[in-house]
């Protein structure tokens, strides 16, 4: 009986090549194929009388390339845009009615939005804060450095800092803390995700010989 882990012979992987090859290049070959022909169909709208002056042909065959072109793009902006769209949606919604998958899909694309880069542009730096009591620290991710009315009615100067929960950072709670009581830390936002996500098993490698930065006075 043949070894089922030997190496294929020459014509085997020469005969798997030539069909990822061929598969390959199919697509665009029709896709050249199909725009050379819808030139010709363009160019045939052209009266022969026409088409036999210098140069009038020639031109005509420019500007239904640039015609078919802007339509092909067009054609991709609707597919995208609008469409993609629609069935992004219908899929959405499909996804969410399947008892079970629907709250693994939600968990899923919620983290998406926490690690995308309008999630992670909401979060200027890491820091540790004091929380939930004194003495016990977690970290944060500061939001707001001038929390407006809530800064002028405690009469000092207080930071907006979001606290993720774990393993999943899209729920937390916002904290409003004295500037003097937050520890700004250097890691990135990225990283701090990965701590918090990972409940402290990833730590974001620290340079021997340096200290972290001080509380701030």
Same mark, same amino acid.
């Given at each position: 009986?043949?070894? *089922? ?14 069909? *990822? ?21 363009? /160019? *045939? ?17 420019? /500007? ?154």
């Amino acid at each position: 009986m043949p070894d *089922s882990l030997s190496p294929p012979s020459r014509t085997a992987a020469f005969r798997r090549a030539f069909l *990822s090859g061929l598969l390959l290049l199919a697509p665009l070959a029709v896709t050249v194929w199909a725009f050379f022909k819808i030139i010709d169909l363009f /160019g *045939s709208i052209l009266p022969d009388s026409l088409r036999g002056q210098p140069g009038v042909g020639l031109l005509w065959d420019l /500007g239904a390339t640039a015609a078919m072109v802007v339509l092909i793009a067009l054609l991709g902006w609707l597919s995208r845009y609008v469409i993609g769209r629609y069935l992004l949606g219908v899929g959405d919604r499909f996804i969410r009615e399947i008892p079970g998958v629907s709250a693994v899909y939600s968990t899923v694309k919620q983290l998406v939005a926490t690690f995308g880069a309008q999630g992670r542009s909401a979060y200027s730096k890491v820091v540790l804060v004091e929380f939930p009591r004194a003495s016990m620290w977690t970290l944060g991710f500061l939001t707001n450095q001038s929390p407006g009315e809530a800064q002028a009615a405690l009469g000092e100067e207080v930071w907006a800092v979001f606290v993720p929960t774990t393993p999943n950072p899209t729920g937390g709670y916002m904290v409003l803390v004295p500037r003097r009581a937050v520890v700004e830390l250097e890691m990135s936002v990225a990283d701090g995700m990965k701590m918090i996500i990972s409940g402290g098993a990833i730590v974001p490698p620290w340079p021997s010989g340096r200290k972290p930065s001080a509380s701030a006075k």
